[in-house]
């Protein structure tokens, strides 16, 4: 039997599920699928392997997954890890792991894949909700963020191969749909054009729902479809990082806040019952005692429900790490505020 352990995202979870299935008929095999989005995550996972392989001495241990892109060697490293395959090599795992004797890494530039992984899922193990994958990477280049590094250029599932995904977990008695990927809103040719295929073609779907949303890329005809289809679901996520103009613009973000407040007004106008999330970033280099402030207030202002919060963590390779750095004491700190208004 094959365990395999998650971190991360959700596009980590589909790509997981795919894993279990293609090695469903291996033996004493543990698959660590890693994040690499903080040096937390990373550490995380690496102390996970080190306990993994304490409670199962005679199992191989494979890493891969965000961090096994990034820091390769560091991994196999480890004399705990039998393989590290990078986020390309993971879409061949099954062939890779009928060979663990050849070399222990595996791990090619990620930056020259432009192919995805067409397999089609039945489940998802002890979930209610099933996440389908609709594209890979990411074409922006965020001043704080190693992910593009990890997952290369943005590559976009073909619509027929999306629908078929979703209809196999119609079929497996799934009743709600969420959409993921690195950068959903980048998808090729258009992201709204591809809701309102699915919603037409599949009309029997219940719910279906949306992983992390970008600010810049929603446009009037995706709020349009909330008015005209009622099986989307009414949370939306969106990936703000910052309530401060200057932060936004200094992270390279392509939104403004104001950008955000109307976006929230707009959906409210037309579902009444909709919800927001999202993503901050506190303690960020630049951001000031008034910048956070007013990440503070565009909670209040944009009436955000639910907030993932994160402290700035430097990644090595990205411009903002070479910054200087607000003290992490400070950070956390921020975090903790901004955790606490979530919770209000």
């Known amino acids: 039997m094959v365990k395999v352990v998650t971190f991360g995202c959700r596009i980590n979870a589909y790509e997981s599920e795919v894993i279990k299935e293609k090695l469903k008929d291996f033996e004493n095999l543990i698959v660590v699928n890693t994040c690499a989005v903080t040096g937390e995550a990373e550490r995380q996972c690496r102390q996970a392997i080190r306990k993994l392989k304490r409670e199962n001495p005679l199992a191989d241990i494979i890493v891969t997954g965000c961090s096994a892109q990034i820091n390769a060697q560091k991994l ?29 890494q595996q791990v090619s530039d990620i930056m020259t894949d432009e192919t ?12 209610q909700k099933a996440f389908v994958q609709i594209q890979q990477g990411c074409n922006h280049r965020c001043t704080y963020c190693i992910v593009p590094y990890a997952r290369g250029h943005n590559r976009s599932v073909p619509e027929e191969l999306v629908i078929k995904q979703i209809g196999c977990f119609l079929k497996s008695g799934f009743t709600e749909i969420c959409l993921t990927g690195v950068d959903i809103c980048s998808y090729q040719p258009s992201f709204t054009d591809l809701v309102e295929h699915i919603l037409q073609q599949i009309p029997e779907l219940p719910v279906l729902n949306f992983g992390s949303l970008d600010p810049a890329a929603i446009d009037d005809r995706f709020i349009k479809l909330l008015e005209q289809y009622h099986n989307i679901g009414n949370y939306f996520h969106f990936s703000i990082q910052s309530g401060d103009n200057e932060v936004l613009r200094k992270m390279g973000r392509r939104h403004k806040r104001e950008k955000v407040i109307e976006l929230c007004q707009k959906i409210r106008s037309i579902r009444s019952d909709a919800r927001f999330g999202a993503d901050f970033i506190c303690g960020f280099p630049t951001e000031t005692e008034k910048a956070f ?45 901004l955790r606490k208004l979530s919770e209000e």
Request: with cysteine; aromatic share 8%.
């Open 76 to 104: 196999a490293k480890m004399p705990e890890v039998s393989l590290v395959l990078g986020n390309a090599e993971k879409k061949q795992i099954e062939k890779y792991a009928a060979n663990l004797c050849a070399a222990k």
């Open 116 to 127: 995805y992984d067409d397999y089609i899922i039945t489940g998802f193990e002890g979930r």
């Open 293 to 337: 402030q007013n990440s503070c207030a565009l909670v209040k202002d944009a009436g955000l429900n639910k907030l993932h919060v994160f402290p700035y963590s430097e990644r090595t390779g990205t411009p903002a790490a070479t910054w200087q750095q607000i003290p992490m004491q400070e950070r956390r700190k921020r975090a903790e505020i």
